[in-house]
T-cell receptor, first 115, second 110 residues
Framework: DAGVTQSPTHLIKTRGQQVTLRCSPK?????VSWYQQALGQGPQFIFQ???????QRGNFPDRFSGHQFPNYSSELNVNALLLGDSALYLC??????????????FGPGTRLTVL | GQNIDQPTEMTATEGAIVQINCTYQ??????LFWYQQHAGEAPTFLSY????GLEEKGRFSSFLSRSKGYSYLLLKELQMKDSASYLC???????????FGTGTRLQVTL
């Protein structure tokens, strides 16, 4: 049973460019969340996708957008990259809604460097 | 809003016991998670507390007091491989997002 997978592993971009990161959730999971983790910080919630729609969003500008496909995989897009967007981007998946438990399973992350 | 505090760094000796504290202030509370994260890797699940009290799992235990907004992670018989960051995360409200603290970087020394 494959866990959460993300691609690419590493990425280098320059300011102003656009980037797309991809995530495949763990088998049986239908909800995908994206987090940004700057060096030395905890993960910060970007947004969450469920049933191909954005269900909740954190305090991130509109430059950050996403998509979820019918097979539950997801993409994170960042436009007009800034130096401050350099971070580890983590995708986490969770199973169908269970109001008593909410463990999220994290992928290995994509390390984005903006020069 | 949500606020989660934990110490930035801790150092402990191999074989010893260490306690990592986490205090939180949130709107609503559904549960608290502890994750371990080695440098450059994804967070991995350690424990989950929803009721007050101690949850024990091998060398790791986690405690929760909801009335005090307080949790701790206890690591026993420390090993060098336990050197990592430990993240406290709160699940609150009706959505399923997690709010993380900044993490506590634990260094285990000989």
């Amino acid at each position: 049973d494959a866990g959460v997978t993300q691609s690419p592993t590493h990425l280098i971009k320059t300011r102003g460019q656009q980037v797309t990161l991809r995530c495949s959730p763990k088998s049986g999971h239908d909800t995908v969340s994206w987090y940004q983790q700057a060096l030395g910080q905890g993960p910060q919630f970007i947004f969450q996708y469920y049933e191909e729609e954005e269900r909740q969003r954190g305090n991130f500008p509109d430059r950050f957008s996403g998509h979820q496909f019918p097979n539950y995989s997801s993409e994170l897009n960042v436009n007009a990259l800034l130096l401050g967007d350099s971070a580890l981007y983590l995708c986490a998946s969770s199973p169908p809604t269970d109001r008593s438990y909410n463990e999220q399973f994290f992928g290995p992350g994509t390390r984005l460097t903006v020069l | 809003g949500q606020n989660i505090d934990q110490p930035t760094e801790m150092t402990a000796t191999e074989g010893a016991i260490v306690q990592i504290n986490c205090t939180y202030q949130t709107s609503g509370f559904n549960g608290l998670f502890w994750y371990q994260q080695h440098a450059g890797e994804a967070p991995t699940f350690l424990s989950y507390n929803v009721l007050d009290g101690l949850e024990e799992k091998g060398r790791f235990s986690s405690f929760l007091s909801r009335s005090k907004g307080y949790s701790y992670l206890l690591l026993k018989e420390l090993q060098m491989k336990d050197s990592a960051s430990y993240l406290c995360a709160v699940w609150a409200g009706t959505a399923s997002k997690l709010t993380f603290g900044t993490g506590t970087r634990l260094q285990v020394t000989l």
